[in-house]
């Protein structure tokens, strides 16, 4: 089982951009399709993007389309997100998961596993 740590949270005014890392652990990392999920206070926790296996496929919520980009390094066990144009409401903490059941390009919480810790995003408007 692959276990998950994120990285790179942190407060950025509001325009400004953050990337942040999933490292993992376990050398099962390539074989699964991965996503970014965030939870706001008193929201459910909700879609961002995902990434295929191979990186070659690449899904992302509305809300964040065009300003956001998930990619990954296989070689490093790692997985990225680069957030760009941040916005007050990206504010929350986000959370990178391994997708263990469904069709690829699954926005449900409930076909991720091995969920990280989370980290905090801050944007200040």
């Known amino acids: 089982q692959v276990q998950l740590v994120e990285s790179g949270g942190g407060l950025v005014q509001a325009g400004g951009s953050l990337r942040l890392s999933c490292a993992a652990s376990?050398?099962?990392?390539?074989?699964?399709?991965t996503g970014w999920f965030r939870q706001a206070p008193g929201k459910e926790r909700e879609f961002v993007a995902a990434?295929?296996?191979?990186?070659?496929?690449?899904y992302y919520a509305d809300s964040v389309k065009g300003r956001f980009t998930i990619s990954r390094d296989n070689a490093k066990n790692t997985m990225y997100l680069q957030m760009n144009s941040l916005r007050h409401e990206d504010t929350a903490v986000y959370y990178c998961?391994?997708?263990?059941?469904?069709?690829?390009?699954?926005?449900?919480?409930?076909?991720?596993?091995?969920w990280g810790q989370g980290t905090q995003v801050t944007v200040s408007a």
């Open positions: 998961a391994a997708q263990i059941r469904g069709r690829l390009g699954s926005r449900s919480a409930n076909d991720f596993g091995s």
């Open positions: 990434v295929s296996w191979s990186g070659g496929s690449t």
């Open positions: 376990g050398r099962t990392f390539s074989s699964y399709a």
